[in-house]
């Protein structure tokens, strides 16, 4: 039924290979690092700074309504810290103006 | 004794994100029948990649053919912050063997890292309560794209009910949790500043890594300044 192409198994294979790599090599090489301080500094805000830049871009094209779930999402989730709950009015919002404006 | 409960607590302590990563992982499912991904391949990334944002690019940019090299790109672009976040677990991994490290990592995401950081940050915990969560991430992760790709086959146009945005939805609410106050807010708006400009100006997925960078390196003068 569904066949499995070679291309897809040589694609799945090297991400697979290259993610275990990065993840297992930062913290095999971390004990190197962490003793600077400039260098823990810069990793406590990298997590942050990455999930920004990854989905900023994305609102910004998604345009007035992407800001307004946007806000939507940061509200909800800063006063019930409840993820589904926010995504999923985000993610409402998002539809209904699709569908309705 | 309280190795073993480290492992059942992390499983435990991720069900309520869970359920978000269950939602966003049918959202994946779904896109999977939409691009041509077969349930094989859906599997084999899971199992093997089990990296939620990089499998949304990479499922992105799938179509009948394939783009090796940009595919591959992109996907250990997005990745590369696992090197950090594994280097951000070196006090969790201290007393740790290298086999230990070996076996743990490999299920180490976003979500059970955030979990774990935090929990350490109140209470004592061994490296399996990282490993329960990602336990625990990898079962909703694979019933929730599996059922999304059996449900695809009925839905036409996933953007109709704006499934295409639960991606950024769930991130934008992770990204609320990571919040520690007002030092935060310049550096994160350097990031999105960065990101949109680098987006603009170059192709791929390079925008990420630039905006970040941009936005750590700002705090690192920033924080110079307040400790003075």
Same mark, same amino acid.
């Given at each position: 039924?569904?066949?499995?192409?070679?291309?897809?198994?040589?694609?799945?294979?090297?991400?697979?290979?290259?993610?275990?790599?990065?993840?297992?090599?930062?913290?095999?090489?971390?004990?190197?690092?962490?003793?600077?301080?400039?260098?823990?500094?810069?990793?406590?805000?990298?997590?942050?700074?990455?999930?920004?830049?990854?989905?900023?871009?994305?609102?910004?094209?998604?345009?007035?309504?992407?800001?307004?779930?946007?806000?939507?999402?940061?509200?909800?989730?800063?006063?019930?810290?409840?993820?589904?709950?926010?995504?999923?009015?985000?993610?409402?919002?998002?539809?209904?103006?699709?569908?309705?404006? | 004794?309280?190795?073993?409960?480290?492992?059942?607590?992390?499983?435990?302590?991720?069900?309520?994100?869970?359920?978000?990563?269950?939602?966003?992982?049918?959202?994946?499912?779904?896109?999977?029948?939409?691009?041509?991904?077969?349930?094989?391949?859906?599997?084999?990334?899971?199992?093997?990649?089990?990296?939620?944002?990089?499998? /949304?690019?990479?499922?992105?940019?799938?179509?009948?053919?394939?783009?090796?090299?940009?595919?591959?790109?992109?996907?250990?672009?997005?990745?590369?912050?696992?090197?950090?976040?594994?280097?951000? =677990?070196?006090?969790? /991994?201290?007393?740790?063997?290298?086999?230990?490290?070996?076996?743990?990592?490999?299920?180490?995401?976003?979500?059970?890292?955030?979990?774990?950081?935090?929990?350490?940050?109140?209470?004592?915990?061994?490296?399996? /309560?990282?490993?329960?969560?990602?336990?625990?991430?990898?079962?909703?992760?694979?019933?929730?794209?599996?059922?999304?790709? =059996?449900?695809?086959?009925?839905?036409?146009?996933?953007?109709?009910?704006?499934?295409?945005?639960?991606?950024?939805?769930?991130?934008?609410?992770?990204?609320?949790?990571?919040?520690?106050?007002?030092?935060?807010?310049?550096?994160?708006?350097?990031?999105?500043?960065?990101?949109?400009?680098?987006?603009?100006?170059?192709?791929?997925?390079?925008?990420?890594?630039?905006?970040?960078?941009?936005?750590?390196?700002?705090?690192?003068?920033?924080?110079?300044?307040?400790?003075?």
């Amino acid at each position: 039924m569904s066949e499995i192409n070679f291309t897809s198994l040589i694609i799945i294979f090297c991400v697979a290979v290259g993610t275990y790599s990065l993840r297992v090599s930062g913290l095999l090489l971390s004990n190197k690092f962490v003793q600077y301080k400039k260098v823990n500094q810069f990793l406590e805000y990298l997590p942050a700074t990455l999930i920004v830049s990854l989905i900023f871009p994305a609102i910004i094209k998604e345009g007035t309504v992407g800001l307004i779930a946007t806000i939507f999402i940061a509200v909800i989730m800063y006063k019930t810290k409840n993820v589904f709950l926010s995504m999923f009015v985000g993610v409402l919002i998002v539809a209904l103006s699709r569908n309705f404006i | 004794m309280s190795m073993n409960n480290d492992l059942r607590n992390g499983f435990i302590a991720n069900m309520p994100i869970g359920l978000s990563v269950f939602t966003y992982g049918s959202v994946l499912g779904i896109l999977c029948v939409q691009k041509g991904v077969t349930l094989h391949e859906l599997i084999f990334m899971n199992l093997f990649i089990f990296a939620g944002s990089a499998q /949304f690019v990479m499922v992105d940019m799938w179509t009948s053919s394939l783009d090796i090299i940009g595919i591959i790109t992109a996907a250990l672009m997005i990745n590369l912050r696992y090197f950090l976040i594994g280097a951000s =677990l070196h006090p969790l /991994f201290i007393n740790s063997s290298k086999t230990e490290k070996f076996k743990y990592m490999h299920l180490v995401a976003d979500e059970n890292w955030a979990v774990t950081i935090d929990k350490a940050k109140r209470q004592n915990i061994t490296p399996l /309560f990282l490993f329960g969560g990602g336990l625990c991430l990898l079962f909703v992760w694979s019933l929730g794209t599996t059922g999304g790709f =059996l449900l695809g086959e009925f839905i036409k146009n996933p953007a109709d009910y704006g499934l295409d945005f639960a991606f950024v939805a769930i991130f934008t609410a992770l990204c609320v949790n990571m919040y520690q106050g007002g030092k935060d807010i310049l550096p994160w708006m350097i990031a999105a500043l960065f990101s949109v400009t680098c987006e603009y100006l170059f192709p791929g997925k390079i925008y990420i890594i630039a905006g970040a960078l941009a936005g750590s390196l700002s705090a690192l003068y920033l924080n110079k300044e307040e400790e003075t």
